[in-house]
């Protein structure tokens, strides 16, 4: 087996025919498949903005930062894309438990011809820096600020990386790609939504080339996505019903907007409850076990009030039911 | 009292009931309609959708349910109506396609409102039933009051069946079908190309207008002449049902104040005076310190039946801090925890180390500690009609302030009345200056002091037992009271100022009123609470008891002290800080 710091890509795809995104795009991809490149999921859709901005990011090494609200398939996205091209893809999520050490790499005890001796151990940057590796950070906005300062070096493109300790210079391998993805654009935790999420450093922002944003789809592409997950919905009956729960899905974006609900149904969560609509066969019932019963106490009512609009049936929150029979 | 006649109580507690009813049910309706039209700050206010601070148009006249007669269901097809009304027509259009006559108007504005329900989304299944349930609630509601008995209303009602059926493609009311026919009959020459064109141009505004307008001037004209050939305009019975209605020209914005919970309304003087509030005399002002209007033992026993009262209650202290906390706290770096697996190396223990090479624990980790920026006031009306509520209002600020200390939040509880009734020396001294006339406030004002932000809970106890005083409940002046307050948050270094006022009525001093005018005062008010929101540094919420403040508090909450019990207040009350109530 070759290392797969030999390979390079050795062909050209047409964006248009893989991805059916209007443009006569060239974008260089791999031949083999190495262990790293993810599976390709057949049903994914593919967002035509976020899906150019990250072929910028294979094709002319730009870096892509990937923004938006939960449940909206950003990682999956950038990984989907990799796993059409064949290009080996690593996913690192920056939690705030990822040391400096975690990614430079440390010393460390090994065993060699039964003498214990310190030796360096590359952590996953200088790896993947010499690989042709797409380099994933989700959660970026979550990453300590020390760990930051660290990714920050590789971030200028062709910019050489410092093993102090080992006093080595590394050079990044030319089909090195580095993308992330994050929930806010490093302002924080502005909306209250993403505890956790920390305020990023200007300059580190800056040196992002491409932010694209991938939010909540038209209402049809998401009705579709829907129906490609959970097959038992395909056909036009199903299309009816998940075209109500993205409807419901929508009124608490709008609502979350608005300020009245805390809780919002990312598109994730509007498939878990088809999903769950297959296991009880009962959409209120589902409703409330994958989505209602997050949502805080206070809202509940409101919540039933979105679902009565679009299903025209109660939920037990309802206002309706619980204020008596003459109201 | 004991002796208080209980029947009054009931059914003073069964309107706050309703009272409550009715502004859960605008809260939700409010809630849909903003997140139908995402629009986020839509809101009722006295019945009428405001958006931010101005009132909205009345809109067609099936839009405006009664909470007496109608039901929930059709509370919700007005919201629908509502919320499609702002997303699918241009206001803006709309306005200047509208024509002069009032009575063309009405039909116009009502031709546009079906249009606009006719445009539901087919997979919101619920809306479109909401909608027609609303529309036959409403046409019965026309119907069974007697008004489709008269020429003119059996004609106005045959239009708005006819061409809502037509535009929407729904069937007219059931119960009145055979009525219409005659009517249906005689119109449909006159209208009937104008009828075709609205379900075909329903998804074009200006288009639709057209045909609106034909309809509009036709059924206009033949209206006149009913009415003017008919005797039955002029029978006071029919006059008052069609108010109720609002059949003719009485949706300009002018007519607001009337469905107000909160009476309230503009002070000609005030007005005049282009909003300068004036004080006759500020001589006889007083501030006091709680502590000193009663004596030691009167307090002490004050104090043992608040004691005994809040036992009762059962309220869970340590839950209500820690909810507090969780509303008001950040997050805030304070120090280092030590002795970590992981974290930034602790300096300190590199020692450790070299005495013992297999100790992990060798750093720290920023520890975070919620911390509590804030204060909170609560500014109390002792007016004379708070007495009886003297006792519920006292345990709600003593558990409050106890709670908020817990929480590491600041407090203060204030209280305002005057010092004498009837306007006191200063009216005196007013009637002895010869009665100048528009003499503005008219009375000793009396700020009390119960609780200081820099007096601990404990030692506030005694003062706070004060608000059982029952002479101390004379008269109230919110608007003095209200700027008193603010003005001493802004003393206090805390990042975040919460003002809750605890109110029961509207301003009142009949010295104030009899001098100048009934609404001087509240219109007052709402100009201190408009300006005082303004400035955004000061959160101001209005606690009504019983009562629904939302004329004069933008975020306002109605408490019912009756029926509730002890922690279901307190939630409340968090909520409202919280901003969930946002009337």
Same mark, same amino acid.
């Not at chain 2, 809040?310 to 280092?336: F, M, S, Y």
């Given at each position: 087996?070759?290392?797969?710091?030999?390979?390079?890509?050795?062909?050209?795809?047409?964006?248009?025919?893989?991805?059916?995104?209007?443009?006569?795009?060239?974008?260089?991809?791999?031949?083999?498949?190495?262990?790293?490149?993810?599976?390709?999921?057949?049903?994914?859709?593919?967002?035509?903005?976020?899906?150019?901005?990250?072929?910028?990011?294979?094709?002319?090494?730009?870096?892509?930062?990937?923004?938006?609200?939960?449940?909206?398939?950003?990682?999956?996205?950038?990984?989907?894309?990799?796993?059409?091209?064949?290009?080996?893809?690593?996913?690192?999520?920056?939690?705030?438990?990822?040391?400096?050490?975690?990614?430079?790499?440390?010393?460390?005890?090994?065993?060699?011809?039964?003498?214990?001796?310190?030796?360096?151990?590359?952590?996953?940057?200088?790896?993947?820096?010499?690989?042709?590796?797409?380099?994933?950070?989700?959660?970026?906005?979550?990453?300590?600020?020390?760990?930051?300062?660290?990714?920050?070096?590789?971030?200028?493109?062709?910019?050489?990386?410092?093993?102090?300790?080992?006093?080595?210079?590394?050079?990044?391998?030319?089909?090195?790609?580095?993308?992330?993805?994050?929930?806010?654009?490093?302002?924080?935790?502005?909306?209250?939504?993403?505890?956790?999420?920390?305020?990023?450093?200007?300059?580190?922002?800056?040196?992002?080339?491409?932010?694209?944003?991938?939010?909540?789809?038209?209402?049809?592409?998401?009705?579709?996505?829907?129906?490609?997950?959970?097959?038992?919905?395909?056909?036009?009956?199903?299309?009816?019903?998940?075209?109500?729960?993205?409807?419901?899905?929508?009124?608490?974006?709008?609502?979350?907007?608005?300020?009245?609900?805390?809780?919002?149904?990312?598109?994730?969560?509007?498939?878990?409850?088809?999903?769950?609509?297959?296991?009880?066969?009962?959409?209120?019932?589902?409703?409330?076990?994958?989505?209602?019963?997050?949502?805080?106490?206070?809202?509940?009512?409101?919540?039933?009030?979105?679902?009565?609009?679009?299903?025209?049936?109660?939920?037990?929150?309802?206002?309706?039911?619980?204020?008596?029979?003459?109201? | 009292?004991?002796?208080?006649?209980?029947?009054?109580?009931?059914?003073?507690?069964?309107?706050?009931?309703?009272?409550?009813?009715?502004?859960?049910?605008?809260?939700?309706?409010?809630?849909?309609?903003?997140?139908?039209?995402?629009?986020?700050?839509?809101?009722?206010?006295?019945?009428?959708?405001?958006?931010?601070?101005?009132?909205?148009?009345?809109?067609?006249?099936?839009?405006?349910?009664?909470?007496?007669?109608?039901?929930?269901?059709?509370?919700?097809?007005?919201?629908?109506?509502?919320?499609?009304?702002?997303?699918?027509?241009?206001?803006?259009?709309?306005?200047?396609?509208?024509?002069?006559?009032?009575?063309?108007?009405?039909?116009?504005?009502?031709?546009?409102?079906?249009?606009?329900?006719?445009?539901?989304?087919?997979?919101?299944?619920?809306?479109?039933?909401?909608?027609?349930?609303?529309?036959?609630?409403?046409?019965?509601?026309?119907?069974?009051?007697?008004?489709?008995?008269?020429?003119?209303?059996?004609?106005?009602?045959?239009?708005?069946?006819?061409?809502?059926?037509?535009?929407?493609?729904?069937?007219?009311?059931?119960?009145?079908?055979?009525?219409?026919?005659?009517?249906?009959?005689?119109?449909?020459?006159?209208?009937?190309?104008?009828?075709?064109?609205?379900?075909?141009?329903?998804?074009?505004?200006?288009?639709?207008?057209?045909?609106?307008?034909?309809?509009?001037?036709?059924?206009?004209?033949?209206?006149?002449?009913?009415?003017?050939?008919?005797?039955?305009?002029?029978?006071?019975?029919?006059?008052?049902?069609?108010?109720?209605?609002?059949?003719?020209?009485?949706?300009?914005?002018?007519?607001?104040?009337?469905?107000?919970?909160?009476?309230?309304?503009?002070?000609?003087?005030?007005?005049?005076?282009?909003?300068?509030?004036?004080?006759?005399?500020?001589?006889?002002?007083?501030?006091?310190?709680?502590?000193?209007?009663?004596?030691?033992?009167?307090?002490?026993?004050?104090?043992?039946?608040?004691?005994?009262?809040?036992?009762?209650?059962?309220?869970?202290?340590?839950?209500?801090?820690?909810?507090?906390?969780? &509303?008001? +706290? /950040?997050?805030? %770096?304070? $120090?280092? *925890? @030590?002795?970590?697996?992981?974290?930034?190396?602790?300096?300190? =223990?590199?020692?450790?180390?070299?005495?013992?090479?297999?100790?992990?624990?060798?750093?720290?980790?920023?520890?975070?500690?919620?911390?509590?920026?804030?204060?909170?006031?609560?500014?109390?009306?002792?007016?004379?009609?708070?007495?009886?509520?003297?006792?519920?209002?006292?345990?709600?600020?003593?558990?409050?302030?106890?709670?908020?200390?817990?929480?590491?939040?600041?407090?203060?509880?204030?209280?305002?009345?005057?010092?004498?009734?009837?306007?006191?020396?200063?009216?005196?001294?007013?009637?002895?200056?010869?009665?100048?006339?528009?003499?503005?406030?008219?009375?000793?004002?009396?700020?009390?002091?119960?609780?200081?932000?820099?007096?601990?809970?404990?030692?506030?106890?005694?003062?706070?037992?004060?608000? &059982?005083? +029952? /002479?101390?409940? %004379?008269? $109230?002046? *919110? @608007?003095?009271?209200?700027?008193?307050?603010?003005?001493?948050? =802004?003393?206090?270094?805390?990042?975040?100022?919460?003002?809750?006022?605890?109110?029961?009525?509207?301003?009142?001093?009949?010295?104030?009123?009899?001098?100048?005018?009934?609404?001087?005062?509240?219109?007052?008010?709402?100009?201190?609470?408009?300006?005082?929101?303004?400035?955004?540094?000061?959160?101001?919420?209005?606690?009504?008891?019983?009562?629904?403040?939302?004329?004069?508090?933008?975020?306002?909450?109605?408490?019912?002290?009756?029926?509730?019990?002890?922690?279901?207040?307190?939630?409340?009350?968090?909520?409202?800080?919280?901003?969930?109530?946002?009337?």
């Amino acid at each position: 087996m070759t290392d797969i710091a030999d390979l390079r890509p050795d062909r050209m795809l047409s964006v248009r025919e893989v991805f059916g995104i209007d443009t006569e795009l060239q974008v260089p991809a791999f031949s083999e498949r190495d262990d790293h490149v993810p599976e390709v999921d057949a049903v994914y859709r593919f967002n035509p903005d976020v899906t150019l901005a990250i072929l910028a990011g294979f094709m002319r090494d730009r870096r892509v930062m990937v923004q938006g609200l939960h449940g909206t398939g950003k990682s999956t996205h950038i990984e989907q894309v990799a796993a059409r091209l064949n290009w080996p893809c690593v996913r690192l999520n920056l939690d705030g438990h990822i040391s400096r050490l975690d990614l430079v790499g440390k010393d460390a005890v090994v065993l060699r011809e039964g003498q214990q001796v310190t030796e360096f151990q590359e952590g996953i940057v200088p790896w993947s820096l010499q690989r042709p590796v797409a380099l994933v950070f989700d959660e970026y906005d979550a990453g300590r600020p020390d760990v930051m300062f660290v990714i920050q070096r590789i971030l200028e493109q062709g910019g050489k990386f410092t093993l102090m300790d080992q006093n080595r210079v590394l050079r990044p391998h030319p089909f090195f790609r580095l993308f992330a993805t994050a929930n806010t654009v490093g302002l924080g935790n502005l909306n209250g939504l993403y505890h956790g999420a920390q305020r990023l450093n200007h300059a580190q922002i800056d040196r992002w080339n491409i932010v694209a944003s991938l939010n909540y789809l038209p209402a049809g592409e998401e009705i579709a996505i829907v129906q490609a997950r959970v097959p038992s919905l395909a056909d036009e009956a199903g299309r009816q019903l998940v075209a109500s729960m993205v409807a419901v899905a929508d009124l608490t974006r709008k609502g979350f907007a608005a300020g009245d609900l805390s809780t919002l149904m990312s598109p994730r969560t509007v498939i878990t409850w088809a999903e769950n609509v297959e296991i009880f066969k009962n959409p209120a019932l589902a409703f409330r076990l994958s989505f209602v019963n997050k949502c805080d106490d206070a809202e509940r009512p409101l919540v039933a009030e979105y679902f009565q609009r679009c299903f025209d049936q109660e939920l037990k929150e309802s206002h309706q039911l619980s204020s008596g029979s003459h109201e | 009292m004991t002796d208080a006649p209980a029947p009054a109580t009931a059914s003073a507690s069964a309107m706050q009931r309703r009272v409550r009813q009715e502004e859960q049910v605008a809260e939700l309706c409010a809630g849909v309609v903003r997140a139908f039209s995402g629009e986020r700050d839509l809101h009722f206010r006295g019945r009428r959708l405001h958006r931010g601070r101005v009132a909205l148009p009345w809109f067609a006249p099936h839009l405006h349910p009664s909470p007496e007669t109608d039901d929930f269901a059709s509370f919700r097809g007005v919201a629908d109506g509502l919320a499609l009304r702002l997303t699918v027509s241009d206001a803006a259009l709309h306005e200047s396609l509208r024509p002069e006559d009032p009575v063309e108007r009405m039909l116009f504005e009502m031709l546009e409102q079906f249009r606009a329900e006719a445009m539901a989304p087919d997979v919101m299944a619920g809306m479109r039933r909401n909608l027609r349930h609303r529309h036959e609630q409403w046409s019965l509601a026309f119907h069974h009051s007697g008004l489709t008995d008269t020429a003119r209303g059996l004609l106005l009602y045959a239009v708005a069946q006819i061409c809502r059926a037509r535009v929407s493609g729904q069937q007219v009311v059931e119960e009145t079908e055979d009525m219409l026919e005659a009517t249906r009959f005689h119109l449909a020459p006159l209208i009937g190309h104008a009828l075709a064109g609205l379900r075909r141009d329903r998804a074009d505004q200006a288009a639709y207008a057209v045909h609106a307008l034909a309809i509009a001037r036709t059924v206009a004209t033949m209206l006149h002449e009913a009415g003017e050939d008919s005797s039955d305009a002029h029978d006071p019975h029919v006059d008052d049902k069609r108010s109720v209605f609002m059949l003719v020209a009485d949706m300009d914005r002018e007519i607001v104040e009337r469905f107000t919970t909160a009476e309230s309304g503009r002070s000609a003087v005030l007005d005049d005076a282009g909003g300068a509030y004036r004080v006759f005399s500020d001589a006889y002002d007083r501030e006091h310190d709680a502590a000193t209007l009663a004596r030691k033992e009167v307090l002490a026993g004050h104090r043992e039946k608040l004691d005994r009262r809040i036992a009762v209650q059962g309220v869970n202290i340590a839950r209500l801090a820690r909810e507090l906390r969780a &509303l008001l +706290a /950040d997050p805030t %770096r304070d $120090g280092w *925890d @030590g002795g970590q697996e992981e974290g930034l190396i602790d300096g300190r =223990r590199l020692a450790q180390l070299v005495a013992s090479p297999t100790e992990r624990r060798l750093f720290r980790t920023e520890h975070l500690e919620p911390v509590a920026d804030c204060i909170v006031t609560l500014l109390i009306d002792c007016s004379g009609s708070m007495k009886e509520h003297a006792e519920s209002v006292a345990m709600m600020a003593d558990v409050f302030a106890r709670a908020l200390e817990q929480a590491g939040a600041a407090s203060e509880v204030l209280g305002f009345t005057t010092g004498a009734w009837n306007g006191g020396r200063a009216q005196r001294e007013w009637v002895r200056a010869g009665k100048p006339p528009q003499p503005g406030r008219l009375n000793e004002r009396c700020h009390i002091v119960f609780k200081a932000a820099a007096t601990p809970w404990r030692r506030a106890r005694p003062a706070m037992a004060a608000l &059982l005083k +029952a /002479d101390l409940f %004379r008269e $109230g002046i *919110d @608007g003095e009271a209200v700027d008193w307050a603010c003005a001493r948050l =802004r003393q206090r270094p805390e990042a975040r100022k919460l003002l809750l006022v605890i109110s029961d009525g509207s301003p009142m001093d009949s010295a104030t009123h009899l001098a100048n005018d009934a609404h001087y005062l509240d219109h007052h008010l709402r100009d201190v609470v408009a300006r005082q929101e303004q400035r955004r540094d000061i959160e101001i919420a209005g606690i009504g008891v019983g009562l629904d403040l939302s004329p004069y508090y933008s975020r306002s909450h109605v408490l019912d002290l009756a029926a509730s019990t002890g922690n279901t207040i307190f939630r409340e009350v968090i909520d409202l800080m919280a901003g969930r109530h946002r009337r």
